[in-house]
């Protein structure tokens, strides 16, 4: 029986048995019983309930009605449930109501490049080694990102040459984009290359504490397994084929989670793919 059909049933009376119900495959109809009183109630979802039957004690009969005192008893499981659920669906929905506020504030910020700053020169993260201690600016992808507080966000950067630690702070962190930003989406970072401190770990051993940043191109909700998942719509997958499809199959965050049947050779020509494919697209606009 479909949920709408289960909808238009009349809730004169839910059938349960311990014996033979089931809380997820069950309607509550007396073919088809629930197999808990709680879900006969979760079912008829307010008070009064409806007549609640179990499995009969007597011979010959199949159901009874259940007993005040059981009743009673899964009642105020109900309720304590209840609460829970109300609690949990207002604090969401003021949850909601405080993202989109401060989105909308997040919106008001706007970060500059300091043209006071030495000039960033352009390196592959595979180059890094060779410019600490300089101001540069790396583009690629988001692979992981970490946020501490309002102030503070880690982000881990791959350009198909390599990983770079990016730490961003202050207003850097406030803006729209930072808000909204998720792993797989393209970035232009700028700052000084600095080595980590003692006791700390990072790819390479430095990180780029950014001065200025810009997002190229916002990855969807998910990151890529909102867009490689097979249960993900066409039309999901066709709106964001350029921005992410092409360039994921190349990525070590996700080979053997999607299993790709390639070897080193493969997987390194892909790479190589993919790194003159963004360049084509976004260093020479």
Not at 163 to 178: E, S
Not at 191 to 206: C, D, S
């Amino acid at each position: 029986m479909s949920q709408p059909e289960i909808e238009k049933l009349s809730l004169s009376e839910i059938y349960t048995s311990d014996k033979r119900g089931n809380d997820e495959s069950g309607d509550g109809t007396e073919d088809k019983p629930y197999k808990t009183i709680l879900q006969a109630m979760r079912r008829a979802g307010k008070e009064p309930f409806p007549t609640i039957y179990v499995d009969a004690k007597e011979d010959g009969k199949v159901y009874d009605v259940a007993a005040k005192s059981q009743l009673k008893k899964i009642q105020k499981i109900w309720v304590r449930e209840s609460h829970k659920a109300a609690d949990k669906a207002k604090a969401e929905e003021e949850g909601n109501e405080k993202r989109a506020q401060n989105l909308e504030e997040a919106k008001k910020i706007v970060i500059k490049e300091d043209p006071s700053l030495p000039k960033a020169t352009l390196v592959k993260i595979y180059e890094t080694p060779e410019h600490r201690g300089k101001r540069i600016y790396v583009r690629g992808w988001v692979h992981r990102l970490r946020r501490q507080g309002k102030a503070l966000i880690f982000l881990t950067i791959r350009d198909g040459t390599g990983y770079l630690q990016c730490v961003l702070h202050g207003q850097l962190c406030q803006t729209y984009d930072a808000l909204v930003l998720a792993t797989e989406s393209s970035v232009i970072i700028y700052g000084k290359l600095e080595t980590v401190p003692e006791g700390k770990q990072a790819p390479g051993g430095h990180e780029l504490t950014a001065d200025y940043w810009q997002l190229v191109g916002l990855a969807p909700p998910g990151g890529a397994d909102a867009i490689l998942n097979e249960e993900a719509l066409v039309d999901v997958q066709l709106d964001n084929s350029t921005h992410i499809r092409l360039r994921i199959l190349g990525s070590y965050q996700n080979s053997e989670k999607k299993t790709w049947d390639m070897s080193k050779c493969d997987r390194e020509k892909h790479d190589r793919e993919e790194k003159i494919r963004w360049e084509k697209n976004n260093y020479h606009k």
